[in-house]
């Protein structure tokens, strides 16, 4: 039996035969402390999407695990830093209950709405006016009650523990990476 090899392929299998595997460039190490920390202004919500940041606040700071998974979809994910995915409201509810229970500030740094989908990319600190702790995206989906549902909890910290954090600049100047 003979199998037919398209040209394409067979035309780059013979040219790649020829190339030698070239050792890549060592990637240069890029630390935090090199990039200045600016902190981005506040956007305001409508009020729906608002009321959501807020009533995870509160669940939040109350400890309220079952109150939290219940602020998402069905299938929703929950994507914290240094912890698996969860999906769905029991292992969401696991999650919050080793987590929650902290003081808590969510501020929105950008948003879109598109029919029944929005965004909020944000970030969170212990108190408001506070340097920020981390950053969050949520993707929500409106419900037939016209209430917003997470449907997907991504965040992240600005900082790995233990390592320092510089001090936010307040500044609208172009961020310039040094060259290696």
Not at 39 to 46: D, F, R
Request: proline share 12%.
């Amino acid at each position: 039996m003979r199998t037919k090899i398209p040209k394409s392929f067979a035309v780059a299998l013979i040219l790649s035969a020829g190339v030698q595997a070239q050792e890549l460039p060592e990637a240069v190490p890029m630390p935090s402390a090199a990039l200045p920390s600016v902190e981005l202004p506040t956007v305001a919500l409508p009020p729906g999407l608002d009321r959501v940041l807020r009533d995870y606040e509160l669940a939040w700071m109350q400890k309220q695990p079952s109150a939290l998974a219940g602020m998402f979809t069905m299938d929703g994910m929950a994507l914290h830093s240094g912890s698996p995915p969860a999906r769905g409201a029991a292992q969401i509810s696991a999650g919050y209950a080793e987590a929650a229970g902290t003081p808590l500030s969510l501020r929105a740094l950008a948003y879109a709405v598109s029919h029944d989908m929005a965004y909020i990319v944000g970030a969170f600190a212990p108190a408001a006016g506070e340097p920020d702790h981390g950053k969050f995206v949520l993707v929500l989906r409106r419900g037939s009650d016209g209430d917003w549902k997470i449907a997907a909890d991504i965040d992240n910290m600005n900082a790995l523990p233990g390592a320092p954090t510089p001090e936010p600049e307040q500044s609208n100047a172009p961020v310039s990476v040094p060259e290696p």
